[in-house]
């Protein structure tokens, strides 16, 4: 069969119409870079703006921004309480203020951004309204997502670089890691790529409001995009690469992060479609090790799902089509959740080493500062990441359970105390924790679980090795675990 310009609906024929499909045939304007996310054209019926593409995820690539800028403003502390500190990641998190200055990233050297304020991405946005609204059970008091990033801010507003020493918490790591789920995955997994897909929400037919130049469907997809945090030329770039490009090149080799990012060639480097985010970012770190493939699995099913919308040519998508698209959704769904269990399987990885560090120092009489401080950096990159896997619109029953019970409400710290609660007035409760052995223990667990019941593959920091000599060691193969 060949694959023809004029719009097909889907039929029976799905392998010959995937095939058309994986080609790139489009509707309307002819286009040279079907691999790039950009450029797709307007489809909606009797549109007489000005705009010459239906792409737009400006609004998510803002709060991308106000993620990482946030993140930044929490390592700002001096140890003591600062409502000036606290106002400002306020206006960051739950705020719509214009004249927002992009304060992470930010240029480095060669690797110069195009701009400097949120408002040239997009204006009047926040994370606040986008944060997962039901209660939390990974954090005391059953707050919902916006109240805990909140009780995080009022914290690190407080604490020295954003480090509380004396409970084991890196706020930083904690606010932007669990943002990574509360918001990006939660508003991919549970909202755009999910009920905006069925029939009667944002249908393709009409535009996604009054006067836009893209239909419904063409909007929700692209915002999902747009959460994920990939490039538009993503499909162009290496894992490699797309790690170099988030990374900026670190201090190393900017000028060659920056001809990779610089799709355009203008010699500078677009926030909204040449920079890599968040979710994307950790997937291409994942993928660099050679054993996975989310990154370009992922862009792939946005593309191939962007393509679907597209040959729609502005007309209501068939129940088929929207099956197929749905098919797409999933790719990026169960690909992500792996991201993040990828994520909490490595930090689990990282604490279990700190805590060996730990133990040793403490036998030895050795200086414990640099590694508690590692620990409770890694241990809130852990803790954040399996709140944000528990925020995909999806029940994880006994496995979220067993996940916050093994990591706990707060680190087990040298003295073997623990936070177990928080009180009325926000202070911490702590109580004796499990001791080092048995909570390294749970951080083999962790990783254990994260194999059962996700399948991860990229293993990084892998301790697995250290479970049979660690259980011999306490006594007990069936460790306990916290209440």
């Known amino acids: 069969m060949k694959c023809s310009r004029k719009r097909t609906r889907l039929t029976a024929s799905f392998p010959i119409l995937l095939g058309c499909l994986a080609g790139a045939v489009m509707i309307g304007p002819a286009r040279a870079d079907s691999d790039l996310y950009a450029d797709f054209p307007i489809t909606v019926k009797g549109y007489s703006g000005s705009k010459t593409t239906s792409v737009s995820y400006g609004g998510q690539i803002a709060r991308h921004l106000l993620h990482e800028s946030l993140k930044k403003l929490a390592g700002k502390g001096d140890g003591n309480p600062n409502s000036d500190l606290k106002t400002l990641m306020m206006t960051y998190y739950a705020e719509k203020d214009p004249g927002r200055a992009i304060v992470a990233p930010t240029s480095n050297g060669e690797f110069?951004?195009?701009?400097?304020?949120?408002?040239?991405?997009?204006?009047?946005?926040?994370?606040?309204?986008?944060?997962?609204k039901g209660a939390v059970s990974a954090w005391p008091g059953n707050l919902t997502g916006a109240e805990v990033v909140e009780f995080w801010i009022d914290k690190a507003s407080s604490a020295k670089k954003g480090?509380?020493?004396?409970?084991?918490?890196?706020?930083?790591?904690?606010?932007?890691?669990?943002?990574?789920?509360?918001?990006?995955?939660?508003?991919?997994?549970?909202?755009?790529?999910?009920?905006?897909?069925?029939?009667d929400k944002k249908p393709n037919d009409k535009p996604y409001k009054d006067g836009a130049a893209y239909t419904g469907k063409e909007h929700s997809w692209d915002e999902g995009f747009?959460?994920?945090?990939?490039?538009?030329?993503?499909?162009r770039l290496s894992a490699k690469d797309t790690y170099q490009v988030a990374k900026r090149g670190k201090k190393s080799d900017p000028a060659s992060a920056l001809a990779l990012a610089d799709y355009n060639h203008d010699g500078k480097v677009d926030y909204a479609k040449e920079m890599t985010y968040a979710l994307?970012?950790?997937?291409?770190?994942?993928?660099?090790?050679?054993?996975?493939?989310?990154?370009?699995?992922?862009?792939?099913?946005?593309?191939?799902?962007?393509?679907?919308?597209?040959?729609?040519?502005?007309?209501?998508?068939?129940?088929a089509e929207r099956s197929q698209l749905k098919g797409y959704a999933d790719v990026v769904k169960s690909n992500l959740e792996k991201v993040l269990a990828e994520s909490v399987f490595k930090y689990a990885g990282s604490s279990y080493k700190d805590l060996q560090k730990l133990q040793t120092a403490l036998d030895s009489g050795g200086d414990t500062d640099k590694i508690l401080?590692?620990?409770?950096?890694?241990?809130?990159?852990?803790?954040?990441?399996?709140?944000?896997?528990?925020?995909?619109?999806?029940?994880?029953?006994?496995?979220?359970?067993?996940?916050?019970?093994?990591?706990?409400?707060?680190?087990?710290?040298?003295?073997?105390?623990?936070?177990?609660?928080?009180d009325s007035a926000g202070n911490y409760v702590k109580d004796q924790g499990s001791g080092l052995g048995e909570y390294s223990m749970h951080m083999l667990k962790v990783q254990k679980l994260m194999i059962d019941e996700f399948g991860v593959q990229a293993r990084s920091n892998d301790q697995m090795g250290s479970m049979a000599a660690l259980s011999e060691s306490l006594g007990d193969g069936d460790s306990a675990e916290n209440d």
Do not use: C
């Open 112 to 132: 110069e951004f195009l701009q400097s304020s949120v408002d040239e991405i997009s204006k009047g946005k926040n994370l606040s309204g986008k944060t997962y």
């Open 226 to 235: 747009g959460y994920f945090g990939a490039a538009a030329n993503t499909a």
């Open 163 to 199: 480090y509380d020493i004396d409970n084991g918490y890196n706020y930083p790591q904690l606010i932007s890691k669990f943002i990574m789920g509360a918001v990006l995955y939660n508003q991919i997994a549970d909202n755009y790529l999910d009920e905006k897909l069925e029939a």
């Open 280 to 319: 994307a970012y950790y997937a291409a770190a994942y993928d660099k090790g050679g054993k996975t493939n989310y990154l370009h699995t992922i862009n792939q099913a946005f593309l191939d799902g962007r393509h679907l919308i597209t040959n729609a040519n502005g007309e209501k998508l068939s129940d």
């Open 373 to 422: 401080y590692d620990y409770a950096k890694h241990w809130g990159e852990l803790k954040g990441f399996s709140m944000s896997l528990q925020m995909g619109g999806k029940d994880l029953g006994e496995t979220a359970l067993r996940l916050n019970r093994l990591i706990g409400f707060g680190p087990v710290l040298a003295n073997s105390s623990q936070v177990i609660d928080v």
